[in-house]
C-alpha cells in the first residue's frame, strides 16, 4: 500500500511562508490529481489547492494569490508554497493523490502536518 508522508509544517509569524512537500513512498505511474486539503479547529475539511495530471490547478478563493501548488510527477511528489500566511491559514493539512488502478480511482492521504500561523 503506498503512503504519502508530508512535511514542512510549522510555527510561523503572520506575513510570512512556509513551503509543504507531500512524497509517495512508492513509484505510483498514475497519478491524475494531488491536493492538499486543510482542517482548522472545528472546521470541516476544505479542499486548498489541486493540480491535474495535466498541470492545471485550482485553489479556494480564500488563498487564490498567495499559494502555489506545484507537482513533480516523476518523483509523484507535491508542494504547496504559502505566503503571506494568515492566522486563519492554522491548520493541519493533508495531502492526496487520486490514483487511476485497474480497479477505479483511488484516493490516498497522508496523515497530515500541522501548520500554526501567530498573530
Known amino acids: 500500500q503506498v503512503q504519502l508522508v508530508e512535511s514542512g509544517g510549522g510555527l510561523v509569524q503572520a506575513g510570512g511562508s512556509l513551503r509543504l512537500s507531500c512524497a509517495a513512498s512508492?513509484?505510483?505511474?498514475?497519478?491524475?490529481?494531488m491536493a492538499w486539503y486543510r482542517q482548522g479547529p472545528g472546521k470541516q475539511r476544505e479542499l486548498v489547492a489541486g493540480i491535474t495530471d495535466g498541470g492545471d490547478t485550482n485553489y479556494a478563493d480564500s488563498v487564490k494569490g498567495r499559494f502555489t501548488i506545484s507537482r513533480d510527477s516523476a518523483k509523484n511528489t507535491v508542494h504547496l508554497e504559502m505566503n503571506s500566511l494568515k492566522p486563519e491559514d492554522t491548520a493541519v493539512y493533508y495531502c492526496?493523490?487520486?490514483?487511476?488502478?485497474?480497479?477505479?480511482?483511488?484516493?490516498?492521504w497522508g496523515q497530515g502536518t500541522q501548520v500554526t500561523v501567530s498573530s
Open positions: 492526496t493523490f487520486r490514483i487511476l488502478r485497474i480497479s477505479g480511482l483511488d484516493d490516498v
Open positions: 512508492a513509484r505510483i505511474f498514475s497519478v491524475k490529481t
